[in-house]
Each structure stands twice: as structure tokens, then as C-alpha cells.
């Protein structure tokens, strides 16, 4: 049995600001957002790549792009959980999410925020500081036997998207 993991970091998409006395986790995705989320996931679909598991910040932004994505992997929603402590909790509370996940998923897609997103692809990873901009997906294989050791020493391959990525 392999004990190969994937890990896909997403930040979520483009919010805007547009709307005043909104809460922060009340903001909404920008049409460009949602455009992006919609591209990035297409991204992703074309390899082939479907999440397990897909747990999402209940912040509106980070909700929304997690079911973009769900939506267009045609992942079941009754794979898509919310986890109140993806939302500003810092990276020691993601692993723990990360840790708490059955064994049996081998492929799973968090949603959230930065600073927390862009400090974990680099923690994980083991690279220069990674500064996962809006929609960015860091997808990062492991050779791990479970969720909770997965770490910059089980780190297989690294690999980054964003939506500008090819524009530049």
C-alpha cells in the first residue's frame, strides 16, 4: 500500500471590499475571484487530481472558493467539511486539522487565509518563503503513512499555481 499523500494548500480567492459594515468573514468574492477560483480549479481537474476531502475556513470568501472547486472536481459536497480554526488560528492549529484526518485519505484540499496558508506551504515544503497569492493552489505529495507526520522531511515534490502564473 502507498503511503503517498497530496496536499493541496488553496488560498481563497479574490474578496472585495466594495460592501461597508461587513464583518471580515462576511466579505464576498469579487467576480475576478470567482473567475479565478473557476480557472484554477479547471487547473486542477485536468490532471486529474480530486481531493478526498476538501475542509474549508467558514469565512464567506474561503467557503465560496472551496465549493468553486467542489462544484467543478465534481466532488460530492458531503466531502466538503468547515472548520471554524481555519480561520486566523495559526499553522500549529492546521497541522493539527491535518493531523485529525483518516489515513485512508491519500488526497486532501484545505481553503483559507494568509499569513496562515503562505507560512504553511512553506513549512510543509520546505522552501524559500512561499507567498501564496489570492486563488493560489500549493500542491505538495508526501511520502507519509498518515496525516498527522507529514512534514518537509516526507516532502516528495512541490508545486505552485496561481492564476497570473502564465500571464506574466
Excluded at 464567506?60 to 466531502?79: D, G, M, Q, S, Y
Amino acid at each position: 500500500m502507498s503511503d503517498e499523500r497530496t496536499l493541496f494548500i488553496v488560498r481563497h480567492a479574490k474578496s472585495s471590499w466594495d460592501i461597508e459594515d461587513i464583518s471580515d468573514t462576511d466579505r464576498p468574492l469579487k467576480l475576478k475571484g470567482i473567475r479565478d477560483a473557476y480557472d484554477m480549479a479547471r487547473r486542477i481537474k485536468i490532471n486529474h487530481e480530486i481531493p478526498g476531502l476538501i475542509i474549508s475556513s467558514p469565512a464567506n470568501r474561503a467557503l465560496h472558493t472551496a465549493c468553486i472547486f467542489a462544484n467543478v472536481l465534481e466532488v460530492k459536497l458531503n466531502l466538503l467539511r468547515i472548520d471554524e480554526r481555519l480561520y486566523g488560528s495559526g499553522i500549529g492549529v492546521i497541522r493539527k486539522i491535518l493531523s485529525e484526518q483518516d489515513s485512508s485519505i491519500k488526497s486532501l484540499m484545505v481553503f483559507g487565509h494568509n499569513p496562515d496558508f503562505s507560512e504553511l506551504a512553506t513549512s510543509l515544503s520546505g522552501s524559500e518563503y512561499i507567498d501564496l497569492p489570492t486563488c493560489g493552489v500549493c500542491k505538495i505529495t508526501f511520502n507519509s503513512p498518515g496525516w498527522g507526520s507529514v512534514s518537509a522531511r516526507e516532502m516528495i515534490k512541490v508545486f505552485l499555481d496561481f492564476p497570473k502564473k502564465d500571464k506574466d
